[in-house]
Nanobody, 120 residues
Framework: QLQASGGGLVQAGGSQTLSCAVS????????IGWYRQTPGRERELVAL?????????DYGDFAWGRFTISRDSTKNTATLRMNALKPEDTAIYYC??????????????WGQGTQVTVSS
């Protein structure tokens, strides 16, 4: 239900854009955003819509001022724009959604991870 795109190799100081599309029928997106994970570490929040209220946005501490999440409700997509990338931003980035359907209720979904590698 979640399809991620974007990612790849970028030089330090560069930018990348990740997109996440939700597909299906008769659903409501409660929360949508991005998490990331590096080997040996727990998955951490990058940016998220709707943690408490639908239009609220949360960012990981490292993301403030550099990353921007946006949402297109008509297309059921969320986009993460990452600027001023640093080598420590290298990680697998996962699209996340908490999706409601009448059949399943509110359920957490994860897209396939996409690798972002920032070279120094």
């Amino acid at each position: 239900q979640l399809q991620a795109s974007g990612g790849g190799l970028v030089q330090a100081g560069g930018s990348q854009t990740l997109s996440c599309a939700v597909s299906g029928s008769s659903f409501i997106i409660n929360r949508i955003g991005w998490y990331r994970q590096t080997p040996g570490r727990e998955r951490e929040l990058v940016a998220l819509f709707g943690r408490t209220h639908r239009d609220d946005i949360d960012y990981g501490d490292f993301a403030w001022g550099r990353f921007t999440i946006s949402r297109d409700s008509t297309k059921n997509t969320a986009t993460l724009r990452m600027n001023a990338l640093k080598p420590e931003d290298t990680a697998i980035y996962y699209c996340y959604g908490n999706i409601y359907t009448p059949a399943t209720g509110s359920t957490d979904y994860w897209g396939q991870g996409t690798q972002v590698t920032v070279s120094s």
